[in-house]
């Protein structure tokens, strides 16, 4: 059994070369036979495993919880730590916190210890739990996709070997070598919506919905996630250009575009510039297109969408940087590097007054909202230079690279 559930290791983790890997460990039956096979498969590709358990501090046994796993981590040779969360202020979805916040204190340990891989012991199980959760709020096909083998997430890559894994099969393997395991009983709590898919797929076995069959779904949208990715590339390198930080799109061939590949082409266009945990929901961006499409403009997700020329621009919104000042040596919105001769000048937007006495702007052919917002260099409240709105003043702006391959490749041209 146990080359048999190691079968995915070598595909998932075998050609990375890793010298060191993080296991994240709760002590259930899934993160325990997730750690003592990440260990049998380090043994014979000279790999040294660490582990962390979270305590999410929500529970009087959580401390004693992560004590054992500590215990079975030493038998091992394993180097274990604990992680304590204490954060929660009693708001929003108590699950999608504690999950926030597990990857955010998994990412941190990570990169403390030079861990640039992290495996999690999702299960087949819990890939059908959530592509049922997601076939209930209504989602399109990267939500039905699921969760996938690699993953990367706060600058860490997340690798889940036993995504094809039944838990029973595991907690057979744990029994055979008599390992214990403990027994979470929030996986009793009908308050949580996973136990209640968990329930429910029980009772769908009848009509011929299955683990197996909702794993199946998964990688058929995973599919068409590929095959959906590859014709948005397309359509972004035959038809996008970026200016002065913003993407451009010719509004006639934008017009002709599948409806699903404009929103995913304005989606991606948002996420490049503005960045965060979760993007815009499917209605804020197909709201956002039913504007443009009437050559209104729309704002979504921190952004500014404009119609200008024949083209639509979309850029920083002004709102969501109006009050942001960074010193010139520092990252400016997370995206802009800045270079000069005044070390200690300061960015921030350029505004509607000061571009308002600058009538050289109108020479550099960018839509007023566009350089509204564009970063320009201040020194004592007094305007230096602002680059994108003709006044360099021997100043220059640069996006960073590495936020998306495509339209990184865009303004490198």
């Known amino acids: 059994m146990c080359h048999r559930l190691l079968d995915d290791f070598d ?4 050609g990375r070369g890793i010298a060191r890997i993080g296991v994240a460990v709760s002590g259930g039956s899934d993160s325990l036979a997730l750690l003592h096979l990440t260990q049998k498969w380090a043994a014979s590709n000279n790999t040294r495993v660490f582990a962390a358990t979270v305590d999410h501090g929500l529970r009087a046994a959580a401390p004693q919880e992560a004590a054992e796993v500590a215990k079975v981590c030493a038998t091992l040779g394993v ?19 504690a999950r926030r916040a597990r990857y955010g204190l998994l990412a941190d340990w990570a990169q403390a210890h030079d861990l640039d891989t992290v495996a999690l012991g999702h299960t087949v199980d819990d890939q059908a739990e959530t592509v049922l959760m997601r076939l209930a709020r209504g989602a399109g096909s990267a939500g039905l996709a699921g969760m996938q083998p690699h993953s990367t997430r706060g600058g860490v890559n997340w ?30 709590d009908d308050n949580f919506d996973r136990i209640k898919m968990r329930r429910g797929l029980a009772h769908l076995h009848d009509l011929g919905i299955s683990t197996w069959s909702l794993s199946q779904v998964a990688q058929n949208m995973t599919g068409v996630e590929e095959a959906l990715t ?4 397309a359509a972004l390198i035959d038809h996008a250009r970026v200016e002065a930080g913003a993407l451009v799109l010719p509004a006639g061939p934008f017009a002709h575009l599948p409806d699903e590949i404009q929103r995913r082409v304005l989606l991606r266009a948002i996420t490049w510039i503005a960045p965060r945990e979760h993007p815009p929901r499917r209605g804020a961006v197909s709201a ?14 921190g952004c500014h969408v404009h119609w200008y020329r024949s083209e639509i621009w ?15 040596n520092t990252l400016w919105d997370g995206r802009w590097q800045f270079g000069g001769p005044d070390a200690a000048a300061l960015i921030a937007p350029l505004g509607e007054a000061a571009l308002h006495d600058m009538p050289q702007w109108r020479g550099t052919g960018r839509p007023r909202p566009v350089l509204i917002s564009a970063p320009a260099v201040w020194r004592d409240g007094h305007l230096v230079a602002a680059p994108f709105a003709g006044m360099p003043n021997d100043w220059y702006g640069n996006c960073v690279l590495g936020r998306d391959l495509v339209i990184d490749r865009l303004l490198s041209h």
């Open 288 to 301: 956002a297109l039913a504007q443009i499409a009437t050559r209104r403009d729309a704002t979504v997700g």
């Open 79 to 97: 180097a274990h730590e604990t992680l304590q969360w204490r954060n929660w202020d009693r708001q929003g979805n108590l699950q999608q916190e």
């Open 159 to 188: 690798v889940r070997p036993l995504l094809t894994k039944k838990r029973s099969d595991l907690r057979r393997y744990l029994t055979a070598g008599g390992i214990e395991w403990i027994d979470d009983p929030s996986n009793d």
């Open 230 to 233: 590859v014709q948005t590339d």
């Open 314 to 328: 979309v850029f920083r919104e002004y709102k969501a940087v109006q009050n942001l000042v960074g010193a010139a």
């Open 11 to 14: 595909r998932i983790l075998g």
